[in-house]
C-alpha cells in the first residue's frame, strides 16, 4: 500500500505510482452529529465504492466531469487527483434534514423547484451554511466558479433524479464537493452514496440512506444494500 495521504470520517485516501492519481478506500465507519455518534456498518465501504462507481460513470455518460477513473476493488476507487473547494454543494428536492429545523418546513414537502444551498467545510466550525456573498468574502471561488458549482449541481441533480425514479426511489437531497484538476478545470469529487444522499423509497416512504443510522431506525445495513441493487440493476 503507498503512503497515506488523508484519513477522513469515511474515507483513505492513498497516493499512487502516478502523482495526478490517488486511491480512495472507503471504510466500513459511520459517525452522525459532528461525530458525536459513531459506530460501524457491515459492508458500508463496499456498497459505497460500489455505488459511487455505477453513479459516476453515469454522470460521465452524460456529460458532468468527475474524478472516477476505475475500480481496482470491491472497497476502493482509483480516481484523479483534485484541489477542492471548501464548499459543499447542497440540492434539495423535498424538505428533510436541517433546512425542516432552520425554516419549519414539513418533511417531505416538494419544493416549488430545486434549491441548492452552500456549507462552508470546515469540521471545527460545524460545516455552517454560507451565502453567495460569504464565498465571496472569504474567497472560495469565483463568482463564474460558482455558477458553474451551482449549473453542474442541478445537471447533476436532473441526472440522477431520472435514474432513481426509474429504480422506484425518491432523491430526496444530496451533497456535492468539486475541486480542480491539474488542468484547472472544475470536477466533481467525493462520492455519490447513502452517506451523502436522502434516497426513499417512491412507493413507502422508507429511508434507505444513512437517516437510518443518524435515527436509530434498524436496518441501517439492509437499506445500504437495497440501494445498491437497485443502482445496479438495468
Not at 163 to 168: I, N, S, W
Amino acid at each position: 500500500m503507498q503512503e497515506k495521504l488523508y484519513e477522513g470520517k469515511a474515507k483513505k485516501i492513498f497516493a499512487t505510482d502516478d502523482p495526478d492519481v490517488v486511491l480512495q478506500q472507503f471504510k466500513d465507519d459511520a459517525t452522525a452529529f459532528d461525530g458525536t455518534k459513531k459506530s460501524s456498518i457491515t459492508s458500508k465501504g463496499t456498497s459505497n465504492a460500489r455505488i459511487s462507481a455505477r453513479l459516476f460513470r453515469l454522470l460521465e455518460e452524460n456529460g458532468v466531469a468527475t474524478h472516477f477513473l476505475e475500480q481496482p476493488s470491491e472497497d476502493s476507487l482509483l480516481t484523479r487527483k483534485l484541489d477542492m473547494f471548501a464548499v459543499e454543494v447542497v440540492v434539495r428536492n423535498y424538505a428533510a434534514g436541517s433546512i425542516v429545523k432552520r425554516l419549519g418546513f414539513e418533511e417531505g414537502q416538494k419544493f416549488k423547484q430545486p434549491m441548492v444551498e452552500y456549507f462552508l467545510k470546515d469540521d471545527s466550525l460545524h460545516d455552517p451554511l454560507i451565502t453567495c456573498a460569504h464565498i465571496e468574502e472569504l474567497g472560495l471561488v469565483s463568482k463564474d466558479e460558482l455558477e458553474q458549482l451551482k449549473s453542474l449541481a442541478l445537471k447533476v441533480n436532473e441526472v440522477l433524479g431520472a435514474f432513481f425514479a426509474e429504480r422506484g426511489i425518491t432523491l430526496v437531497d444530496f451533497k456535492l464537493e468539486f475541486g480542480r484538476d491539474r488542468e484547472g478545470n472544475i470536477v466533481l469529487g467525493d462520492e455519490i452514496s447513502p452517506d451523502t444522499c436522502r434516497f426513499w423509497d417512491a412507493e413507502t416512504g422508507k429511508k434507505l440512506d444513512k437517516d437510518r443510522f443518524r435515527f436509530d431506525l434498524g436496518e441501517v445495513e439492509e437499506a445500504y444494500q437495497e440501494i445498491l441493487g437497485r443502482v445496479e440493476s438495468d
